[in-house]
């Protein structure tokens, strides 16, 4: 069974930093893509960032220059977090919507990190 487990979340004052990590665990061939999303109280979840199996990444504007993205050789992705503030508090998830197995290609979600900014 593949699992994704994030961690890293907590406390952060306004102008702190946070670095949440996500662990692929499980029979995995290949990981594509890796997501970071976000649900704040009361909204829809949005996606913060994203990162291809050859690097390229993309962000949401609301995190542009301050989030920044990367992923390891051993199928872990990082949110590295500056300069947060009350607005980036939410509920963080790693996604990985493309994970090769034996049984096929798969979507799989972690159970979220919570992160909360204080000001």
Do not use: H
């Amino acid at each position: 069974q593949v699992q994704l487990v994030e961690s890293g979340g907590g406390l952060a004052q306004a102008g702190g930093s946070l670095r949440l990590s996500c662990v692929a665990s499980g029979s995995i061939f290949r990981i594509n893509g890796m997501n970071w999303y976000r649900q704040a109280p009361g909204k829809e979840r949005e996606l913060v960032a994203a990162i291809t199996s050859g690097g390229s990444t993309n962000y949401a504007d609301s995190v542009k220059g301050r989030f920044t993205i990367s992923r390891d050789a051993k199928n872990t992705v990082y949110l590295q977090m500056n300069s947060l503030n009350p607005e980036d508090t939410a509920v963080y998830y790693c996604n990985a919507p493309s994970i090769v197995t034996m049984r096929g290609v798969i979507n799989v979600w972690g159970k979220g990190t919570l992160v909360t900014v204080s000001s």
